[in-house]
C-alpha cells in the first residue's frame, strides 16, 4: 500500500534513533533525504541499505507531483531532514500536503525535534508557547518583531551562529533589555549548552564567546 512516512532523525546523539525509525527505513522503497551526503552516514551506521534520492528546499517545489504519482502507484517513501523532524523549519511540507490532497496515507513517527529539549530546559511557561521558526532574514523582520513583543505565550525560534548576535540585539531593541532568554545549543551533542539571563545578559554572554552549532531561541512572553 502507498505511503509516505515522516521519519525523525537525531538532531546530534545517534542513541535518539528509534528501533521503529529503523525499522521503518530499512522496509520502504524509497528515503527522500535533505543531504544524501548527511543522511548517508547515518544509514551507514544503522546499516540500512534502503535506495535514497535528493528531496531539499531547492527542488521540493519541482518534484512533488512526480513523488506523488510514484506514490498512487503503489511505492512506499520515507522522509528525512538533515536532523529532527521533517516539516518542522526543513522539507517536508509541500509533499505531506499533497499527499493528503491526493488521498494519500501519511504518517509522522515520533522522535527528536530540537525545540521541545530547548524549551523544557528554559524554565519558561511551556503550557502556551508559539514556533516562530527562522524570522525573516530582512523583509518583514521588524514588522514581525513588532507583534511578537506584545506576545505573552513563550516564543521558541531557531537561528544560525553566524546571526545570533544580530537576533539577540533585536530582542533587546523590540523586547527591552530584561525580557527573559534562554539559548539552547548543540542539544544531546557533547558540548550541550544552555544559556539563561536577560536578553542584555545573554547578548554580552554571546558577544564575549561566540556560538558554534544549532541553536534554539527561547523567549519569555510579555508579562
Known sequence: MSKLYLVPTPIGNLEDMTFRAIKVLKEVDTILAEDTRT?????KHFEINTPM???HMHNEH???DALVQRLQSGETFALISDAGTPAISDPGFLLTRACVQNNIEVECLPGAT??????VNSGFPNDKFVFEGFLPVKKGRQTRLKILAEETRTMIFYESPHKLLKTL???VE???DDRGVSVSRELSKMFEETKRGTAQEVLDYYTQK???GEIVIVVEGKK
Do not use: I, N, R
Not at 543522511?39 to 544509514?43: E, H, I, N, P, R
Open 210 to 212: 561566540p556560538a558554534k
Open 114 to 119: 530540537a525545540f521541545v529539549p530547548a524549551l
Open 53 to 55: 534520492m535528493s528531496h
Open 39 to 43: 543522511s548517508g552516514k547515518l544509514l
Open 174 to 176: 523590540y523586547f527591552g
Open 62 to 64: 519541482k518534484t512533488v
Open 169 to 171: 540585539a533585536h530582542f
